[in-house]
């Protein structure tokens, strides 16, 4: 027999879980496949950083406000569903490494009508005595409101959450067979159990791009890998994190942190490897020498994000294909972007709230019939 369901949504990641949540919020029925396991994408990054500070002159993201707020509200709100602390708010230090960056950064600062307490303005010596042996040029921002997330760890309690909250989740299922059922119905074929389902979601990350239906979409796949160090001897004598020529994430633990990331726009594999320790020890020695002198490799960790033009999210519907979806592109921003747009379509497929244009598909090109 059939099985019916208004949302099946496939992606176990930051993009998948957010959509999720906030159907089941607004009491909308829905159902998540996974074909690994639960943020074995992108959303398994072991350490990231909630940074509404971006770019070199560390210019305030595109809705900083909104998906600061939503990120913050759904952490506090999942972290009792796991057993370790996985994310702090313990602020983000941004030292200009250059007298050029420091000018741009000073002169974004300025210009910019941050939210009271988020960022503040420090001197290179202010900077120092936040973090002596820091290398900075010329002045820097301190972020109190930076937010350091072990996201592997809220992925999996997040799931919890939502299994609680009565949603079901399938993983390590690769669904063989989608196809659409009639017009605006999809039919899904998981362990031999046909789904009907009103709405289908892709939120797959880079795998968006390997399935036929959207295929058309220009999502660039970007490698990146990401370390983590144990410092040698004695504890670390810092608790903040650092952005700085990729980043320092500090996180619950009193010797260890992650180097994070390289940006590899042409890979062959996707594990990580010793190239990619080399670049993110050179990235360190940069920013602390002497942390990078005294640290040791504990582990390393690799994952594909993904990119668009705009260097913005892709949300909507499929110009041809009537209630299939696509939620991707998160780029390096998912934990900013991912909670606040989740809300901001379900609220446009439920309220018909235009979507911001800036991440709505119709910017892209398509040629009907691209599919056959
Ligand atoms: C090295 C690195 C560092 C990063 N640092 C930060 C940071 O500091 N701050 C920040 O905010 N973001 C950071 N990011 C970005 C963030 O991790 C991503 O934006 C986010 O995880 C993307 O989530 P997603 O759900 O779109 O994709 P993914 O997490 O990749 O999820 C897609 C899921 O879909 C599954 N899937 C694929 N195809 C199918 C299918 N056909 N059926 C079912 N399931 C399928 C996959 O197995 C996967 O689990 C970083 C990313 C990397 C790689």
């Not at 602390?85 to 983000?92: A, D, P, R, T, V």
């Not at 795998?207 to 990401?226: F, R, S």
Request: hydrophobic share 35%; charged share 25%; proline share 5%.
């Amino acid at each position: 027999m059939n099985r019916h369901i208004d949302f099946c949504i496939l992606g176990g990641g930051i993009a998948g879980l957010s959509i999720a949540d906030t159907l089941s919020e607004r009491d909308i029925e829905c159902l998540v496949v996974e074909k690994n396991d639960i943020g074995s994408g992108a959303s398994g990054t072991p350490g990231g950083l909630v940074n509404p500070a971006t770019g070199r002159r560390a210019k305030k993201s595109w809705k900083a406000e909104q998906g600061y707020e939503a990120i913050a509200e759904n952490l506090y709100k999942v972290q009792s569903y796991s057993s370790n602390s996985f994310f702090q708010k313990n602020g983000l230090l941004r030292p200009a490494l250059y007298e050029k960056m420091a000018r741009k950064m000073k002169d974004q600062y300025e210009n910019t009508s941050w939210p009271d307490d988020w960022c503040e303005w420090k001197t290179k010596k202010q900077i120092q005595e936040i973090h002596p042996g820091i290398t900075c040029m010329d002045g820097g921002l301190w972020l109190p409101v930076g937010l350091t997330v072990d996201i592997g760890s809220y992925m999996v309690a997040y799931a919890k959450y939502l299994k609680k909250a009565g949603v079901e989740i399938i993983t390590n299922n690769d669904p063989k067979e989608i196809h659409q059922q009639t017009t605006d119905k999809w039919k899904i074929v998981i362990e031999g159990e046909i789904i009907i389902a009103n709405h289908l979601i892709y939120a797959t990350g880079h795998y968006t791009k390997e399935t036929k239906y959207w295929d058309w979409l220009p999502i660039n796949p970007i490698k990146g890998q990401v370390a983590k160090f144990k410092k040698e001897n004695d504890p670390l004598s810092f608790s903040h994190s650092i952005s700085s020529l990729g980043y320092i994430a500090r996180l619950d633990e009193e010797d260890t942190f992650i180097q994070g990331s390289t940006y590899e726009h042409d890979f062959i594999h996707l594990n990580p490897d010793t190239e990619g320790e080399d670049y993110l020890r050179k990235r360190m020695q940069r920013t602390l020498p002497k942390l990078e002198e005294q640290s040791a490799l504990v582990d390393q960790w690799a994952g594909v994000r993904t990119s668009t033009p705009n260097y913005k999210p892709i949300l909507g519907e499929h110009p041809e294909y009537k209630n299939l979806h696509v939620f991707s592109g998160l780029g390096s921003k998912g934990l900013l972007f991912g909670k606040f747009l989740a809300e901001h379509y379900v609220d446009h497929l439920t309220n018909k709230e235009p979507l911001y244009p800036e991440i709505a598909i119709e910017r892209f090109e398509y040629n009907i019939g691209n599919t056959d």
